[in-house]
């Protein structure tokens, strides 16, 4: 017990003084933003997540050992209160019942397949692919060139999905795609 408080202690002063990037890996980090995100989300009006009593479904596509590592290292965090119900998948399909999905390296033609299937309105992605926010996908999160999780914004997907990112974390940005495209089709 007194281990676990000590290396809580350690983090949260690393963290605070800006030192916690090079102790966090980036499992960890990409973890606590798919947990914070629905909080810095402003919700279609058709979201069932704007109910109280919703629980917030994560799922996780394709990649097992994160799945694992996820479930594990948010087990006893909460949105809104309530635990966080995880999803594991293989299939596209299965996405359309998921708040936010991450979807890791996924292929431009598995992109070119979620936007096909209108999926884009049914659940927020978020990958790492190099190409994936460019390409209509919400959300990319990624190492950058000085270490650090960069994140790039696909404004356009949002507005797809009929949701909006808050701009205290639309600011964090590096890149944003769409975002004369979506002030046209508001």
Known sequence: MFRAV????????????????AVETEERIRSTILLRLP????WSPDSDFNKAETQYRLCIYRDRDYFNFIK?????ETVKGIKIQFMFTRSLEDLKNCHVTYVGEISKKEIEK???NNLLKETIFVAS??????????????VGAEK??????NQKAFATNGSELKVGFLKHAK???GAGDVKGDL
């Open 148 to 153: 650090t999780v960069d994140i790039e914004v």
């Open 129 to 142: 692919s190099k190409y994936s926010a460019e390409m209509g996908l919400h959300l990319r999160l990624f």
């Open 114 to 116: 979620a936007i096909e």
């Open 6 to 21: 000590k290396w809580l202690m350690a983090s949260f002063f690393l963290v605070y003084f800006g030192l916690g990037f």
């Open 175 to 177: 890149k944003v795609y």
């Open 39 to 42: 909080g810095v989300i402003y």
């Open 72 to 76: 594990d290292f948010l087990r006893d």
